[in-house]
């Protein structure tokens, strides 16, 4: 089956669609990526996303304008990946859309939103369309988060040692064989939120990490941030910017004499660095697989592999998986599961009293014509062809 995976992060940066062929092969599931396509945002959609994200307030009715625009953004981005990786043959899109809140109250999870309306999906594309996986997991008592942990698992299966998969985006996760899979914190979050903030919306990002190989560590801010108590709390455990936003980061700034952009974003990366570095150590790694656009940061990375003398830390690349679209290729994994009945999580790192499949079913143009269910249980492995 040619599904095309849709994911847009905490970053909300761009809509990256991924397409693979699925195929089960005894208990592998056998993945062959097609490619990936990426859509940026337009500007005006992008601010009107960032308004809306926490602390942010908006009226409904901008919730449903943007469900509505960030719904057709993926359609585009389905339109050309079908066009342009599977020559117009793919048969099913799952789609993650885009998180705009994850209501999280001492320690539980009580709901989420991710906005994106699949109709427009279905519409532009004709295919049927997987959506609203997270909300199953919660439903069930779990986090809704990490959800890509079950593909994890599968595909770190058999690597010797203690592999560890490690995603770098707005923020951070990973997952241990063991099952154990959460959110470290913030990954890219607070260092984008900083160079937004003091080139005054001119940057996006910390590119190449330029700004903070420029600065120095500023100990005072970095100990503030230190104390957050989230670093603290036990797995299975969630966050995102309902936690970590550019007022988090103004509160954590007043009172500290104002230091430089670059001492600023010097210092939060050492905070991702570090709380993700003491995550690993905390499950036993001896290898770490990253993924995500914060390993396109060098300093990140370097400060990363500082922090790991005697783990091996390597991109998802070098297994096959594109770094940058690991996750969307983690969505496609998780729509085929659904569309033959099979579970997509794992509970033992979401915290669910057990296994659901995921999302709901919107339906293509020629209705709804799913695969005959699997039986006998799922795949126990990931296999990628190259």
């Known amino acids: 089956m040619r599904v095309i995976g849709l994911m847009s992060g905490t970053s909300y940066d761009a809509i990256d669609a991924a397409a693979a062929e699925l195929r089960l092969v005894g208990d592998a599931l056998v993945l062959r990526p097609l490619g990936m396509v990426s859509e940026a945002y337009d500007a005006q959609l992008r601010a009107a996303l960032a308004a809306a994200l926490p602390p942010g307030v908006v009226p409904l009715a901008d919730v449903c304008r943007l469900d509505t625009r960030i719904g057709q953004a993926f359609a585009a981005a389905a339109v050309r990946a079908d066009r342009d990786l599977c020559a117009g043959r793919a048969e099913l899109v799952a789609s993650h859309g885009q998180t705009v809140y994850h209501w999280v109250r001492d320690g539980t999870v009580h709901g989420t939103l991710q906005l994106g309306q699949p109709a427009w999906i279905a519409e532009a594309t004709g295919l049927p369309v997987v959506a609203d996986f997270r909300p199953r997991d919660i439903a069930a008592g779990g986090q809704g988060a990490p959800l890509v942990s079950l593909v994890d698992l599968l595909w770190l299966r058999g690597r010797p040692g203690t592999p560890v998969a490690l995603n770098l985006g707005g923020i951070a996760n990973l997952t241990a064989p063991d099952g154990t899979a959460f959110d470290t914190g913030p990954g890219c979050a607070l260092i984008d939120a900083a160079a937004r903030e003091f080139s005054g919306g001119r940057l996006e990002h910390d590119a190449d990490g330029r700004l903070a190989a420029r600065g120095q ?100 690349d070098d297994l096959g998986l594109p770094a940058d679209a690991k996750e969307a290729y983690a969505f496609a994994v998780l729509g085929f599961l659904t569309a033959h009945g099979l579970p997509g999580t794992a509970p033992s790192s979401t915290g669910a009293r057990h296994a659901s499949v995921l999302g709901s079913v919107t339906p293509g143009r020629d209705g709804l014509r799913l695969p005959p269910p699997v039986t006998g249980g799922g795949p126990g492995r990931l296999v990628i062809e190259r």
């Open 217 to 316: 560590v500023h100990e005072a801010l970095l100990e503030r941030l230190l104390a957050e108590p989230y670093y603290r709390l036990p797995a299975p455990k969630t966050t995102g910017k309902e936690l970590f936003h550019p007022g988090y980061l103004r509160a954590a700034l007043a009172g500290t004499g104002k230091p430089p952009a670059e001492d600023v974003i010097a210092t939060l990366t050492v905070l991702t660095a570090r709380t993700v570095a003491d995550a690993v150590r905390a499950v036993g790694a001896t290898e770490v697989l990253a993924s995500g656009g914060g390993t396109r940061n060098p300093v990140l990375m370097r400060m990363l592999a500082d922090r790991l003398p005697g783990v091996a830390l390597r991109r998802s």
